[in-house]
Structures are given as structure tokens and as C-alpha cells.
């Protein structure tokens, strides 16, 4: 079982940034789409964006596009989530997994996910 493993969570005053990490060791991920997640306590699981294969196709959800921005580190095998212009309902716990498509969007990628993270926590305080 492959597992993912997230990084970069923290405090962080709203309007300010932070930048998750998502690697795994033993697998590339550069040869699978990837989506980022959040889940707010007693919330579902929120599907963020996903990054295709090749990096070229991002998809976000309504709720981060325009403040969230999500890239390959191909030669470090990482995938990133670049959290801008933060806002206190952004307080969750961020995780990334393996999809296997991107198409179809973000709002049903939950349904497409293997080889999930155990997550990181991000805060962001008003």
C-alpha cells in the first residue's frame, strides 16, 4: 500500500500564504494525477484541485481558484499547493491523493482516489 505524505501545515494570519507538500517515497508520482482535499471539522472531505500527469490540466474548486495554486516538482517528486490571500474558513486539515482522472472535476475526484496522506494541519486565524 502506498502511502502519501503531506507537509507545510501551520498558523497563519488570514491574507497570508503557506505551501503544502505532497511526496511519497517508493513511487513516481509524476506518472499520476494528483488532488488535494480538505476536511473542516464536522464538514465533508472537500476536493481542492487536481494536477494531471503531465501537469498541464489544473482544475480547482470555486471555493480556492484564484488564491490556491497547485504545481509539479517533477525532479523532486512533489506536488504543491500554494495557499495565497488566506482566509479563517480555510482551517482544515489538508490532505493529497492519487486520482485517477482528473476529468470529471474536483467535486467528484473523492470518488476516483487511492493512496491517501494522513494529512496536515493548516489554521488560519483571523
Known amino acids: 500500500q502506498v502511502q502519501l505524505v503531506e507537509s507545510g501545515g501551520g498558523l497563519v494570519h488570514a491574507g497570508g500564504s503557506l505551501r503544502l507538500s505532497c511526496a511519497a517515497s517508493?513511487?513516481?508520482?509524476?506518472?499520476?494525477?494528483i488532488g488535494w482535499f480538505r476536511q473542516a471539522p464536522g464538514k465533508e472531505r472537500e476536493g481542492l484541485s487536481c494536477?494531471?500527469?503531465?501537469?498541464?490540466?489544473?482544475y480547482y474548486a470555486d471555493s480556492v481558484k484564484g488564491r490556491f495554486t497547485t504545481s509539479r516538482d517533477k525532479a523532486a517528486n512533489t506536488v504543491h499547493l500554494q495557499m495565497d490571500s488566506t482566509r479563517p474558513e480555510d482551517t482544515a486539515i489538508y490532505y493529497c491523493?492519487?486520482?485517477?482522472?482528473?476529468?470529471?472535476?474536483?467535486?467528484?475526484?473523492?470518488?476516483?482516489?487511492?493512496?491517501w496522506g494522513q494529512g496536515t494541519q493548516v489554521t488560519v486565524s483571523s
Open positions: 517508493g513511487v513516481t508520482l509524476n506518472n499520476y494525477a
Open positions: 491523493a492519487r486520482i485517477n482522472t482528473c476529468a470529471g472535476g474536483v467535486a467528484t475526484m473523492i470518488a476516483r482516489s487511492l493512496w
Open positions: 494536477i494531471s500527469t503531465s501537469g498541464t490540466s489544473i
